[in-house]
């Protein structure tokens, strides 16, 4: 049987991963999975329903509540929690502000990482986030490990979210970066850290044109 193959991008926060994995798989013809969005989706659970985070047992009753779906529409890729659109909902701060924590809590990786590579088994994807080169698919046929000056970074996202209608500041978007880098480096469970084969992309000064040109590059056979 012909394995599927699996691009893995990994890298810190708002460092333009998802721009990247847009635009790849739209090139490839991959199916395009935000490994991020899922944990999204599941802090908005958690804070929706006020899961006690100390409870062990609550986690795992919470988990096996949560279905996570993606559909595409408008060339765009939306999120689907239990049914319900919320692709606006977990880009937003308070989800931004508790998602790290949730995520180095072993029973929702281990409950994320099963859906993530049960997706690959299925379809030619490209799949962005923090451990996907290291655990999610340790075999992927392209690891990128991406990373930006975190000025630049914050710049980028506090510009999104001002799009969006959301009142935040530069600074708060920063910290929040910066606090979730060092929680996502320093947690126990498949911290954010380069695979040994990941191929480095410093994007602080590439437009997106020249970063997908980059990655093209890595991709003769293909
Ligand atoms: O888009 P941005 O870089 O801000 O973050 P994201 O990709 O939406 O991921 C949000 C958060 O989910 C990260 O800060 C990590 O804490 C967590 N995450 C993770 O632990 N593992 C992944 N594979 C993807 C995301």
Request: avoid cysteine; aromatic fraction near 8%.
């Given at each position: 049987m012909k394995k599927n193959i699996v691009i893995a991008i990994d890298g810190y926060s708002s460092c333009g991963k998802s721009t990247l994995a847009k635009a790849l798989a739209q090139k490839l013809n991959y199916i395009y999975i935000d490994s991020g969005a899922m944990y999204r989706a599941v802090t908005l659970f958690f804070l929706r329903q006020g899961?006690?985070?100390?409870s062990h047992a609550a986690i795992s009753n919470a988990l096996q509540h949560i279905d996570i779906d993606f559909h595409s529409r408008d060339y765009q890729s939306h999120v689907l929690l239990n049914g319900e659109e919320v692709s606006e909902e977990i880009r937003q701060m308070p989800v931004s502000q508790k998602v790290s924590e949730i995520a180095a809590i072993k029973e929702v990786r281990q409950c994320m990482v099963k859906q993530q590579q049960k997706m690959g088994k299925q379809k030619n994807i490209v799949m962005d986030g923090?451990?996907?080169?290291?655990?999610?698919?340790?075999?992927?046929?392209l690891k990128l490990f991406m990373t930006a000056d975190p000025k630049t970074r914050a710049e980028r996202r506090y510009k999104e979210l001002q799009a969006k209608g959301e009142n935040v500041s530069l600074e708060a978007v920063f910290d929040n970066l910066a606090h979730r880098d060092f929680q996502d480096t320093t947690?126990?469970?498949?911290?954010?850290?380069?695979?040994?084969d990941a191929v480095i992309l410093d994007n602080t000064n590439l437009n997106q044109d020249e970063q997908l040109a980059f990655t093209m590059a890595y991709l003769p056979v293909i």
């Open positions: 899961i006690d985070l100390s923090r451990d996907i080169g290291t655990t999610v698919f340790p075999d992927a046929y947690r126990e469970v498949s911290p954010l850290v380069r695979a040994t």
